[in-house]
C-alpha cells in the first residue's frame, strides 16, 4: 500500500479501524476547525490532551546566546544573559497512549518557551522531520482527510495515492523522522522559514535547528518497536537529573532565491549554519502531566528581531493549535 510513513504515523493506535468504521466528512468551520475535526477522528478525542502530539514530557533548562546570534539579530535573547526555558518533547499523533517507539509516534517533537528578561515569552515549535510533507494549512487538511479515506478495504487509487501523486514530499517527508535512543539524542528542526532583523534593519531568512551536543543516536525500528512503551517519556527525567542535557541552538541562513513559502522544500546543506546559542535542559517538572495542560506554544510568539516569514503554514499551525487548545481547555 502506497502509505507515506508520515501518512502511517497519522494512523496511528487503531486510528485505522476507526477510520474505516466512520469516514470523515468535515465540511463545516475554518480549515484549522476542519484539520481537528480530522484529527480527532483519525486519532479518537481524548478530554484535555491535544489534538496532535498528545503524548509529552515537560522539562525545565536554561539557553545561553552566542555573539554570532547577537550579530544576526536585535532580539533580547540574544543579548544575555541566559534565560529560562520550559520544553515539552512529545510523540506525533493525538493518540496520548502511544508506545514512544513506534512508527508512528515520528516526528517526535519539541516546544520551547523562553523567558525573556522583560518578562515576555518566545516561543518555538519544532520538530525531527527534515521537511514538511505539504506546504500550506489546506493541504495539510486534505492529506488528513486522505489518509482517513484509505483504509485497507478502499478503491484504488486511494484518496491517499491520489493525493500523493500530486504531493511528492508527502511520500518521503515521513522517512526523515526516526525513532531516537532518548528524547535528548535527536536533531529537531524548524521546517519553517523565520526572520532575523538586525540592530539596522537587516533581514536574513533563517531556519531553526537544535542539534543533541553528544549528537544523534537513533535505533533501527524493529529495536525502537521492542522497547518499553515510555522508554523515551520516562528517561529524560532521570538523564538529565545525573547530568543536563545540552543541544546546539542553530540557524540555518538561507540565500537570495532560497524558498522561504514552502516548508516542503529543505535549502541545501552548503548553506551556512550558525550557532545561536546552548539549551541546556536540567530537570523534569514535578507534574508534567499537570503543566502540560496550560502550555500553549504558538509558532507565531516571537520577538522583536525575529519575524514569521511568507510561509503559509506558520499561520496555520497557529489557527490550528489555537481550535485545539480551546478543546482541551473545555
Ligand atoms: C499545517 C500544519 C500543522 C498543523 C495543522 C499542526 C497541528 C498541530 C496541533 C493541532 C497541535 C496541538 C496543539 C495544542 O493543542 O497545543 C500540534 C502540536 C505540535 N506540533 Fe504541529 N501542526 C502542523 C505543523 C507542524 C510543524 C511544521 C511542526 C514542527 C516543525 C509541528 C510541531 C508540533 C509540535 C512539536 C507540537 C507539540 C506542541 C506542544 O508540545 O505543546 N507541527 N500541531
Known amino acids: 500500500m502506497l502509505l507515506s510513513r508520515y501518512a502511517q504515523a497519522l494512523l496511528a493506535g487503531g486510528a ?3 477510520v474505516m468504521a466512520t469516514p470523515v466528512v468535515a465540511q463545516d468551520g475554518s480549515t484549522a476547525e476542519q484539520t481537528i475535526d ?22 525545565e533548562g536554561s539557553f545561553t546566546p552566542t555573539s554570532e546570534a547577537a550579530a544576526l539579530s536585535k532580539a533580547s535573547l540574544f543579548k544575555g544573559p541566559a534565560v529560562p526555558v520550559t520544553v515539552r518533547f512529545s510523540d506525533a499523533t493525538g493518540v ?8 508512528n509516534a515520528n516526528p517526535h517533537g519539541m516546544a520551547l518557551k523562553f523567558k525573556l528578561g522583560d518578562g515576555s515569552e518566545m516561543d518555538v515549535v519544532v520538530n525531527s522531520l527534515a521537511y514538511f510533507p505539504v506546504a500550506t494549512g489546506e493541504e ?15 478503491a484504488k487509487p486511494t484518496s491517499l495515492e491520489r493525493f500523493v501523486a500530486t504531493h511528492p514530499a508527502a511520500a518521503t517527508a515521513g522517512a526523515t523522522a526516526k525513532s531516537p535512543t532518548s528524547l535528548a539524542r535527536q536533531t529537531y528542526n524548524g521546517v519553517n522559514a523565520f526572520v532575523f532583523v538586525d540592530k539596522d534593519g537587516k533581514r536574513q531568512p533563517f531556519r531553526f535547528r537544535f542539534v543533541p551536543a553528544e549528537g544523534e543516536e537513533i535505533l533501527p525500528a524493529a529495536d525502537a518497536a521492542k522497547r518499553d512503551p515510555n522508554y523515551l517519556m520516562s528517561e ?9 542535557a ?30 545561536l546559542g546552548i539549551l541546556t535542559i ?12 496550560a502550555l500553549l506554544f504558538m509558532p507565531n510568539a516571537l520577538t522583536d528581531g525575529i519575524e514569521v516569514s511568507d510561509d503559509p503554514l506558520i499561520d496555520a499551525r497557529v489557527q490550528a493549535y489555537a481550535v485545539s487548545y480551546g478543546r482541551r481547555s473545555q
Open 96 to 103: 496520548p497512549t502511544i508506545a514512544d517507539g513506534a512508527a
Open 282 to 293: 536540567s530537570k523534569a517538572v514535578p507534574d508534567s502531566a499537570e503543566a502540560e495542560k
Open 246 to 275: 545540552r543541544f546546539k541552538v542553530q540557524a540555518q541562513l538561507a540565500e537570495a532565491g532560497d524558498p522561504t513559502n514552502d516548508a516542503t522544500k529543505p535549502w541545501p546543506n552548503s548553506r551556512k549554519v550558525v550557532d
Open 38 to 59: 480530522v484529527m480527532n477522528t483519525l486519532f479518537g478525542k481524548h478530554p484535555g490532551k491535544r489534538a496532535n502530539h498528545a503524548k509529552g514530557v515537560v522539562a
Open 236 to 244: 529524560i527525567g532521570p538523564r538529565v537529573a545525573k547530568e543536563p
Open 140 to 154: 495539510f487538511r486534505d492529506l488528513l482527510k486522505a489518509v482517513s479515506e484509505s483504509g485497507p478495504n478502499a
Open 16 to 18: 485505522l479501524a476507526l
